[in-house]
């Protein structure tokens, strides 16, 4: 049973909309926000198809959670994302309060942490889960664009 609710089981959903999103030649980022082991959000990037900038995965997630939930706080809620968080999107997780941010792949060039974000005192935070899969979706993408 505790492998069903595992952070592997609920980053192959957001690995799922990661792969949505690349078949519509979208950056493949995919997230699900989940609470009480329920997955009660999910998203992938939208900027192509939405000409958004700020359509990111994390960003469709937030405000399908807080839509969910009826409330602007994501307390007791975890946010997978099979690529680490831009500024843009950490600072929506700070505002947001969400309890738990799990991180399939780091991004060296336009995370957070490169540019010296911080989340919310309260996030806790785990990298690495299924690091391979998520890092792997991203390089074939921009291997075919260039």
Known sequence: MNELFSDEYF????LD?????????EIPVGAIVVSNNKIIAKGHNL????????????????TAAANYLGGKYLIDCTLYVTLEPCVMCAGALYWSQISK?????????????QAGVKLHPKTEITWGIMENECSELIKVFFRQKR
């Open 11 to 14: 980053m192959r959903k957001a």
């Open 101 to 113: 941010i799990v991180v399939g792949a780091r991004d060296e060039k336009r995370g957070f942490l």
């Open 47 to 62: 900027t192509e198809t939405l000409t958004d900038v700020t359509a990111h995965a994390e960003m469709q997630s937030i």
């Open 17 to 25: 909309e990661a792969h949505a999103a690349f078949e519509r030649d």
